[in-house]
């Protein structure tokens, strides 16, 4: 049942872990980007611009979304294409597995805010995955990887 209590755990979940677990997200479609010679930029959150940092823009609403773009791979193959697409839920997959594996060592303790990283995460990977179409210029990882493996359309935009 959620108490009073929980609104403490509740908001750090939403305004710290969450805005992580994304940019956590966004950095690996950037990274496979960078790495099969593309150009990319990300943007974390919505609303008016705070600040930017190389190729990342954190705005007002950070929370809330986040967006990558990527143009220019080296090799314009399937391959490539899903590969940043896939990028994303790939970190997210990979910081989860290390997380874990540094808590069953015993370096970390096993704490809530850990638990809901790993939660978080999850989320993400299965919502990237499902094959969705947010809007007209949007759509999931999965519904970009699939059209890529179909029809060969490389979009040169992600998430």
């Known amino acids: 049942m959620f108490e009073w209590s929980d609104f403490t755990t509740a908001f750090w979940a939403f305004f710290l872990i969450l805005p992580i677990v994304s940019f956590i997200h966004q950095l690996g479609h950037w990274t ?40 220019g791979l080296k090799k314009n193959s399937k391959l490539s ?33 850990f638990y809901q990283f790993g939660y978080f995460s999850m989320y993400y990977v299965f919502f990237a995955l499902l094959p969705i179409k947010y809007s007209d210029t949007h759509v999931s990882d999965g519904l970009a990887i699939y059209e890529i493996i179909r029809n060969f359309e490389p979009k040169d935009v992600t998430d």
Do not use: Q
């Open 32 to 71: 496979m980007a960078k790495m099969l010679g593309g150009t990319s930029d990300f943007v974390i959150g919505k609303g008016r611009k705070l600040f930017k940092i190389g190729p990342m823009t954190f705005k007002t609403i950070y929370f809330a979304d986040s967006s990558c773009s990527y143009k």
């Open 81 to 113: 294409h899903i590969l940043v697409h896939s990028g994303g839920f790939i970190f997210n997959i990979s910081s989860t597995l290390l997380l874990n594996g540094v808590i069953i060592m015993g370096f970390l303790p096993e704490t809530a805010f």
